[in-house]
Nanobody
C-alpha cells in the first residue's frame, strides 16, 4: 500500500524549532521529488518547500526562506523539514507530497503536479 506519513508536529512558542518528517511505505521516496505544503485555518493550502529528485535543488516560499530547511538522506525513504525561528503565522497543518522530476522554481507550488499526499501534521506556534 502506497502511503506517506508526516510526523514531528506539535505546539511551540514563537522562536522555537520543530523538525517534521515525511516517510513513505509501499514505494521508495528517494526516487521522487518531495514538497511540503501547509494550510492555515481559513486559508488556502500553500507551498512551503520542495526538494528535487533530479539534482537536489531546493525551493522555498519567501515567508520561510532562511528559517526552514528541507533535506533528505539522513534516513532512507524520509524527507525532513527543519523549522527554526517559528512564528505564529507558521501555524497550520503541514503536508508532504510527492511528484516526479521536472518541477522547477516556477512550478513546484502547483498542487496538481503532486500525486500522493500524506494526512498532515499539526504545527501550532503561540506568541
Amino acid at each position: 500500500q502506497v502511503q506517506l506519513m508526516e510526523s514531528g508536529g506539535g505546539s511551540v512558542q514563537a522562536g522555537g524549532s520543530l523538525t517534521l518528517s515525511c516517510a513513505s511505505t509501499g514505494f521508495n521516496l528517494d526516487f521522487y521529488s518531495v514538497a511540503w505544503f501547509r494550510q492555515a485555518p481559513g486559508k488556502k493550502r500553500e507551498g512551503v518547500s520542495h526538494i528535487s529528485v533530479t539534482d537536489g535543488s531546493r525551493y522555498y516560499a519567501d515567508s520561510v526562506k532562511g528559517r526552514f530547511t528541507i533535506s533528505r538522506g539522513r534516513v532512507r525513504n524520509t524527507v525532513y523539514l527543519d523549522m527554526n525561528d517559528l512564528k505564529p503565522k507558521d501555524t497550520g497543518v503541514y503536508y508532504c507530497a510527492t511528484a516526479g522530476d521536472g518541477l522547477d522554481g516556477s512550478t513546484w507550488t502547483r498542487e496538481d503536479e503532486y500525486d500522493d499526499w500524506g494526512q498532515g501534521t499539526q504545527v501550532t506556534v503561540s506568541s
